[in-house]
Antibody
Framework: EVQLVETGGGLVQPGRSLKLSCVASGFTFSSYWMYWIRQAPGKGLEWVSSINTDGGSTYYPDSVKGRFTISRDNAENTVYLQMNSLRSEDTATYYC?????????????WGQGVMVTVSS | DTVLTQSPALAVSPGERVSISCRASEGVNSYMHWYQQKPGQQPKLLIYKASNLASGVPARFSGSGSGTDFTLTIDPVEADDTATYFCQQSWNDPPTFGGGTKLELK
């Protein structure tokens, strides 16, 4: 059974940093691209970052580019999201998600999500 | 960015057929995917690449469309289908989601 478990969320002040982790199990982690997607309270979904199988290629939308960094440890079956210079608009539930099929960028399994609140 | 427009809400009776639409501001080929999200839960993939049923999803769900206009159909609707449905495109960079359609059962 595929499982994705996110940790690391919490309350953080604007301008500070936070690192999220997502531990994967139930599939060959090193064979799949991984993603972070967020959802602000009561709002829709926003793609936040992507990483390829070996971690050599990463992708971000303009809203987080230069502030967020995705990485992965295939030995530990874990994907990370380092979030720096956090803003109030980064407040959201953050989900990690697994790639369905390479180059399709559809997300077939999602974690339960972790809440990040940016507030003073 | 590609904007995906969905109707905010629909209400249907159990046993009926419902179609949920998603219109893209520019062509997305067939790279449109559909997700179901129930309150307090993570999204679940239903349909990928416009018309392909994801693993374990009941055949009551189907998808159609190409280019800019896409439809998710549920036939027949069951009480458990109460949820918000999101479309997502991955043809244009960045991938984007629609605002969601909240499906309520009468």
């Amino acid at each position: 059974e595929v499982q994705l478990v996110e940790t690391g969320g919490g309350l953080v002040q604007p301008g500070r940093s936070l690192k999220l982790s997502c531990v994967a199990s139930g599939f060959t982690f090193s064979s799949y691209w991984m993603y972070w997607i967020r959802q602000a309270p009561g709002k829709g979904l926003e793609w936040v970052s992507s990483i390829n199988t070996d971690g050599g290629s990463t992708y971000y939308p303009d809203s987080v580019k230069g502030r967020f960094t995705i990485s992965r440890d295939n030995a530990e079956n874990t994907v990370y999201l380092q979030m720096n210079s956090l803003r109030s608009e980064d407040t959201a539930t953050y989900y990690c998600a697994k790639d369905l099929i390479r180059r399709v960028w559809a997300f077939d399994y999602w974690g339960q999500g972790v809440m990040v609140t940016v507030s003073s | 960015d590609t904007v995906l427009t969905q109707s905010p809400a629909l209400a249907v009776s159990p046993g009926e057929r419902v179609s949920i639409s998603c219109r893209a501001s520019e062509g997305v080929n067939s790279y449109m995917h559909w997700y179901q999200q129930k309150p307090g839960q993570q999204p679940k993939l239903l349909i990928y690449k416009a018309s392909n049923l994801a693993s374990g999803v009941p055949a009551r769900f189907s998808g159609s469309g190409s280019g800019t206009d896409f439809t998710l159909t549920i036939d027949p609707v069951e009480a458990d289908d109460t949820a918000t449905y999101f479309c997502q495109q991955s043809w244009n960079d960045p991938p984007t989601f629609g605002g969601g359609t909240k499906l309520e059962l009468k």
